[in-house]
């Protein structure tokens, strides 16, 4: 059918969540206008940040209505991630934990959109 290869956030301010972006990714944005930035997140899927307030149609979501994940080899590689991320001064909404699925934490961007780092249970 499709390849689900783009993610679409609405942000409050493209460019300020571009430069978060930037700097959690150590990669510049592909594109970026007033009111749109684009990356690359790898294995060809991009990450578009939309200025909420130029969707048409209109966005009915309010900020923080999403989550991107971000597989890591190990429960360790998680520890590591977070450690990371706090020193950085992200904000972390669930610090690591063991869940049903495996170990994760969640950190916050700008506009509260969730980025869940997790490493799958052993099954």
Request: hydrophobic share 50%; proline share 7%.
């Amino acid at each position: 059918m499709f390849d689900q290869t783009f993610i679409l956030l609405y942000v409050d301010s493209p460019a300020a969540s571009a430069d978060f972006y930037a700097r959690l990714l150590g990669r510049d944005a592909l594109e970026a206008s007033p009111t749109f930035a684009m990356f690359a997140l790898g294995s060809g899927v991009k990450l578009g940040l939309w200025a909420r307030h130029t969707v048409a149609p209109a966005a009915m979501a309010a900020g923080g209505g999403a989550e991107i994940g971000f597989p890591v080899p190990d429960a360790d590689t998680v520890r590591t991630v977070h450690a990371d991320w706090a020193a950085r001064g992200l904000t972390i909404a669930q610090a690591p934990t063991e869940m049903d699925f495996g170990t994760t934490f969640v950190a916050l961007d700008p506009d509260g959109h969730r980025l869940r780092v997790f490493a799958p249970g052993a099954e």
